[in-house]
C-alpha cells in the first residue's frame, strides 16, 4: 500500500508541473499602457532599470535577447529589473515566441499608444534608468554585452 501512494505522489509531482506549464502557456501576454510603464518606474526605484523595446519580426531584437539575458543574469534581482516591452503587432505571434524562447524577464506587449507616448521611433532601443528613477540611457541599435552590463554597473551607484 505505501508503495502504491508513493507511486500515485511521485506520478502527480510529474503531472503538475507540466498541468502548469500548460496553463501558463495559454494565458495572454499582459499589454501595458503608460500608466503602467510609470508604475513598473515608480515601483522600482532604488533599482537599476532596463526597459527593451523589440518585437519578434525584428532581427536585431532578437539577437539583443541573450546579451540582455546574460546582464540580467551578472547583477542581483534586488539592484537590476529588466523588462521587455514587445510592439509586435500579433499577440499570438508572440505568445508563441515566448513559448520556445523563455525569458528570465517579464515581457509586455506595448498598447497602441505607447511607443508613440514614450517616442520610440526605432528598434531594438533600451531605455536604462538610474537608481533615483531618471532616464540616463537610451540605446538604439545593438550593443555589445560588455558595453551594455558596464552601463548598468555604472548605474548602480547613485550620483551625489
Given at each position: 500500500m505505501k508503495i502504491l501512494l508513493a507511486?500515485?505522489?511521485?506520478?502527480?509531482?510529474?503531472?503538475?508541473?507540466t498541468s502548469f506549464r500548460a496553463w501558463a502557456d495559454t494565458s495572454p501576454v499582459p499589454v501595458?499602457?503608460?500608466?503602467?510603464?510609470a508604475e513598473i518606474l515608480a515601483e522600482n526605484k532604488g533599482k537599476v532599470i532596463l526597459v527593451d523595446f523589440w518585437a519578434t519580426w525584428c532581427g536585431p531584437?532578437?539577437?539583443?535577447?541573450?546579451?540582455?539575458?546574460?546582464?540580467?543574469a551578472a547583477f542581483p534581482e534586488d539592484q537590476l529589473v529588466v523588462i521587455g516591452?514587445?510592439?509586435?503587432f500579433n499577440p499570438e505571434?508572440?505568445?508563441s515566441f515566448l513559448k520556445v524562447n523563455q525569458l528570465s524577464y517579464p515581457i509586455y506587449l506595448a498598447d497602441d499608444n505607447l511607443a508613440e507616448e514614450l517616442d520610440v521611433q526605432a528598434?531594438?532601443?533600451?531605455?536604462i534608468?538610474?537608481?533615483?528613477?531618471n532616464l540616463r540611457i537610451v540605446e538604439?541599435?545593438?550593443?555589445?554585452?560588455?558595453?551594455?552590463?558596464?552601463?548598468?554597473?555604472?548605474?548602480?551607484?547613485?550620483?551625489?
Open positions: 507511486v500515485a505522489i511521485l506520478m502527480l509531482l510529474v503531472v503538475m508541473p501595458l499602457d503608460a500608466q503602467g510603464y531584437c532578437r539577437k539583443k535577447l541573450p546579451d540582455l539575458e546574460a546582464c540580467r516591452i514587445s510592439l509586435d505571434t508572440l505568445r528598434i531594438p532601443l533600451l531605455h534608468y538610474d537608481v533615483a528613477g538604439e541599435g545593438l550593443t555589445p554585452k560588455e558595453t551594455l552590463c558596464g552601463n548598468i554597473d555604472e548605474l548602480m551607484t547613485p550620483l551625489p
